[in-house]
Nanobody, 122 residues
Framework: VQLQASGGGLVQAGGSLRLSCAASGSTFGTYVMGWFRQAPGKEREFVGSILWNAATLYADSVKGRFTISRNNAKNTVHLQMNGLKPEDTAVYYC?????????????????WGQGTLVTVSS
């Protein structure tokens, strides 16, 4: 599986961005898809993930501001980010897991995209 993330950029605090992740392969609909982020000097952290049936899990830090969606017919997953804060600045990665449940542990994800940079100015 190859993952290609896009949509990052520079935005002012309070603004919005929509990240996209395109996946190759015919079994996309069976994967758990996750979004993680890594700020400079920090460990990679869980943002949220979505099951094949659209069930979702979010980190407390983004709950109510970020929304994950997926389109299994188009092999895509999106991360809509609203109310962005400077502390949301990071490289955002999409990832795919073969597990059957949602996990916030990056070790449970089998495939990773290259990352897209989100910078939120104050």
């Amino acid at each position: 599986v190859q993952l290609q993330a896009s949509g990052g950029g520079l935005v002012q605090a309070g603004g919005s961005l929509r990240l996209s992740c395109a996946a190759s392969g015919s079994t996309f609909g069976t994967y758990v898809m996750g979004w993680f982020r890594q700020a400079p000097g920090k460990e990679r952290e869980f943002v949220g993930s979505i099951l094949w049936n659209a069930a979702t899990l979010y980190a407390d830090s983004v709950k109510g501001r970020f929304t994950i969606s997926r389109n299994n017919a188009k092999n895509t997953v999106h991360l809509q980010m609203n109310g962005l804060k400077p502390e949301d600045t990071a490289v955002y990665y999409c990832a795919a897991s073969l597990a059957r449940s949602i996990y916030n542990d990056p070790g449970m994800y089998n495939y990773w995209g290259q990352g897209t940079l989100v910078t939120v100015s104050s």
